[in-house]
């Protein structure tokens, strides 16, 4: 639950001017709230009837009545069916449009007074979002976050639930940022959230695309369909659209943005801006950044060469939001890696890593990251699983990646939930090369296996755990469980009798 300060607003006021009809208006001469979760209902709350992948919100109209709701946004349909009851009627043909209109505005339109940064894309949005919020922290610059790891509104930080909260949630965490005195705000925003219409109604000062892979086709049918969600975000886009250009997928986003582009690119300078490696190692990279500032040199303690495109991009929207060169530099020196991307395990003579990478693309970069900083000698030994319920399509290219970029891999549980995690691991290792079966492991135990893979690696060796990243639970077709890979880790290391 996110904190809702109180305060009314007439129904009257909040659809001013939207495609919406009012019926009943003398059953709700004010509003004290907007929910969309009828448990969420109170006496005075607006509830709107959204329509949902899994459960249609008209289904619970009665249960928010029953709590006190004295309005309801609804489709025509539904609202034929309310007259009857003593309870205003907001008819429209797109509740979700109109819902997410009447929470910004019930919160005083919080997004316009911030400047609000939207990240999107497959993979390393939280870790850009992380480091936007850090270089501009550092410089003096208050600013939240609503991503996958932390929701921040510049006086509590708390875990996440959702990469994308409920845009009834969103309103009220933006305007406990504006109480609070931020003035930058940067959210991570899913394809889920986008084609929900989640953050419709925001205003986006700067977004930010950084690549595109196969994932989430369960939910969105198709990788175009996919594409197209993500790039709704740059409809709500104003001033400056931040692009990898480095991905198949970003001409089509750059094409699409009204906003002012500003491409990036590694290793190469055709681009507003760009990013050179000059050297990498096991605790980071030396790296050179290149744009309207100039050039930065630094040494980035952020493992792999994807990292260093990450920083790239948080570069230039600190930089365009008035972060000098020199705290960007000063900044970047002292980063913090998010929790769980390439998060390192605390050990003094063993590399282990616990990564998020649960998709083909991001297992591949993030393992060929790894690889090129491998000890002379040394074999990467790869833990790594899929998630039950979630697109399947990638579950043999996943196999096929761990067995051929890793030495070792360990094909192991991630989230089964309602799945049988033994059907997964069948359809994960069908993926894998005949001449490579010899060296995947299948151990169905999670724990069991990220145990045999620390046991078996020597000292010049790395293991990197994959899949669930900063996850503290392990969710199984009838429970939720405790399971956090870093303790795991570091408990199995403590076992070896390795110095931790």
């Given at each position: ?359 083909d693309d991001a297992l591949e970069q993030m393992l060929w990251s790894v690889r090129q900083v491998l000890p002379e000698g040394g074999k990467l030994h790869v833990v790594f699983g899929c998630g039950g319920d979630r697109d399947v399509s990638k579950r043999p290219r996943m196999g096929r990646i761990a067995s051929t970029v890793g030495d070792i891999a360990y094909a192991t549980s991630d989230n089964p939930r309602s799945e049988d995690p033994e059907s997964i691991l069948d359809q994960v290792l069908a993926g894998v090369p005949s001449d490579r079966a010899q060296r995947v492991h299948r151990i169905a135990d999670r724990k069991e296996a990220i145990q045999t893979a620390i046991l078996a690696a020597s000292e ?41």
């Amino acid at each position: 639950m996110y904190p809702v300060t109180a305060r009314m607003h007439t129904l009257r006021k909040l659809i001013e001017g939207l495609d919406a009809r009012i019926d009943g208006e003398q059953y709700a001469s004010s509003v004290s709230s907007v929910v969309q979760h009828s448990d969420r209902a109170t006496p005075g709350s607006l509830f709107i009837a959204r329509s949902g992948v899994r459960r249609d919100g008209s289904a619970f109209i009665d249960d928010a009545i029953a709590k006190g709701a004295v309005a309801v946004v609804c489709t025509p349909v539904v609202a034929n069916l309310l007259v009857c009851k003593d309870v205003a009627i907001i008819e429209t043909c797109d509740p979700c449009k109109i819902g997410a209109i009447i929470a910004e505005r019930f919160h005083g339109n919080p997004s316009s007074k911030l400047k609000l940064v939207g990240v999107t894309g497959t993979n390393g949005k939280t870790t850009i979002a992380w480091l936007i919020r850090h270089l501009l922290s550092h410089s003096g610059v208050k600013c939240g976050m609503l991503g996958t790891i932390v929701c921040d509104d510049g006086i509590v930080a708390n875990q996440s639930t959702l990469t994308t909260p409920s845009f009834c949630d969103i309103g009220s965490i933006l305007h406990s940022m504006v109480d609070n005195k931020c003035e930058v705000a940067v959210m991570e925003c899913s394809s889920h959230a986008l084609d929900q219409g989640r953050v419709s109604a925001l205003d986006f000062s700067i977004g930010v695309f950084t690549n595109l892979s196969g994932d989430h086709l369960d939910y969105h049918g198709s990788a175009d369909a996919y594409l197209q969600a993500k790039m709704k975000l740059f409809d709500s886009v104003s001033d400056y659209a931040v692009i990898n250009m480095d991905d198949p997928a970003s001409w089509s986003v750059a094409d699409h943005a009204t906003a002012k582009v500003i491409s990036c690119r590694t290793q190469s300078d055709a681009a507003s801006a760009w990013v050179e490696i000059v050297e990498e190692k096991i605790d980071g990279s030396y790296i050179r950044l290149y744009g309207e500032w100039g050039v930065m040199e630094l040494v980035l303690p952020l493992l792999g060469r994807h990292n260093a495109t990450n920083a790239l991009q948080a570069v230039v929207v600190a930089y365009t939001l008035g972060v000098s060169r020199e705290a960007i530099v000063q900044g970047l020196a002292c980063a913090p890696a998010p929790p769980g991307r390439l998060e390192r395990v605390q050990s003094e003579n063993q590399a282990v890593f616990v990564d998020f990478a649960h998709t083909d693309d991001a297992l591949e970069q993030m393992l060929w990251s790894v690889r090129q900083v491998l000890p002379e000698g040394g074999k990467l030994h790869v833990v790594f699983g899929c998630g039950g319920d979630r697109d399947v399509s990638k579950r043999p290219r996943m196999g096929r990646i761990a067995s051929t970029v890793g030495d070792i891999a360990y094909a192991t549980s991630d989230n089964p939930r309602s799945e049988d995690p033994e059907s997964i691991l069948d359809q994960v290792l069908a993926g894998v090369p005949s001449d490579r079966a010899q060296r995947v492991h299948r151990i169905a135990d999670r724990k069991e296996a990220i145990q045999t893979a620390i046991l078996a690696a020597s000292e010049c060796d790395v293991v990197v755990i994959a899949g669930k990243g900063h996850e503290k639970n392990q969710i199984l077709k009838d429970k939720v469980i405790p399971f956090d890979d870093v303790k795991v880790a570091e408990e199995a290391i403590l076992e070896q009798g390795i110095s931790v």
